[in-house]
DNA sequence: TAATTTACCCACTACTTTGGTAGGTATATT
DNA sequence: AATATACCTACCAAAGTAGTGGGTAAATTA
């Protein structure tokens, strides 16, 4: 799995903020409601953010977080690297693997490397302007209209 | 995690009877062997494989497995698709996922979607034999020879 | 026929990750 | 003072991973 809920709901709660906030805080309580994730969930994920300073968050009443730069400087190679544990393909890429004395003789390392590479330019050639109302039904509306 | 041991271990089983073969059975106990994987856990994974018939097996003394094609005839993505639970990068893409009741407003999906078509793509372009012979090694030394 | 070698099968375990929940504290606003 | 919010620590259940142990069945060889 390249990607579990941690990551996945890490995007949708900056989508989210970037979608309906112009500069002001956005409490995770309304994030909450309106991704349906467990406002206790996302307390976990935020701070994660918080400390990469991708969004920046302040205590109180009408407190909450906002974004730390413009949703088309985030990518999501970046946000996924923060919040997953790891998005490598297979265990022998992961960023704390143990060097692996076949690797020189390995007949498939130079496929999952191959693999790896494509994944990680794949995501961080999308950032989050990108997805911004980005949908299957968008798509689809501007395929039925021809306009593709 | 795209590929676990499992997957990865599946592989190096069908590379080393390819390499050591030429149509007659190799034993489990001299694949394990060369391939540093403990035969226990071999016979957990060669079932899979006999199933499917990606091998043959016989039983008994100067018994093994052989390959059902030629190596050029396999694809790491078939591969990985049946000793894998799942190849899909995320959740809401594999076989067994339950539907989301948000997928038509998802602004994720068309980008997992897009994501998942490229592993595949990629992993079922890769066969049995593009995988024999190949190491970091052998392509270093083409490097160095100037043969790229 | 007996011994040996191999595939094959079933049960079990230790460990890690995932996806949370519970209960509280710190800080800012009203 | 009351309220709303971020933030922190601990805990937990379920599933998946990576095995091990202890056999049985089938085929070959002596």
């Known amino acids: 799995m390249v990607s579990s809920t941690r990551g ?3 995007l949708r709660v ?3 903020i970037a979608e309906n906030s112009h500069g002001e805080y956005i409490a995770m309580k309304d994030v909450a409601a309106r991704q349906e994730i467990s406002l206790k969930y996302l307390e976990k994920i935020l701070p994660i953010l918080v400390s990469h300073h991708l969004v920046e968050g302040i205590h109180g009443k009408g407190g909450g977080y906002r974004l730390s730069r413009d949703p088309s400087e985030y990518t999501v190679g970046e946000i996924l ?6 998005i490598a393909p297979v265990a022998c890429l992961q960023n704390d693997a143990l060097p692996c004395s076949r690797a020189a003789n390995c007949r498939t390392l130079p496929m999952w ?3 790896d590479r494509r994944i990680s330019e794949y995501l961080d050639s999308i950032t989050l302007a990108d997805l911004m109302r ?15």
Chains 1, 2 share one sequence.
């Open 14 to 16: 900056l989508i989210d």
């Open 81 to 86: 690297r923060l919040t997953e544990n790891d």
């Open 134 to 148: 980005s949908t299957e039904a968008a798509q689809d509306s501007i395929a039925a209209s021809g306009r593709v």
């Open 8 to 10: 996945r709901y890490a």
């Open 113 to 115: 490397e191959e693999l």
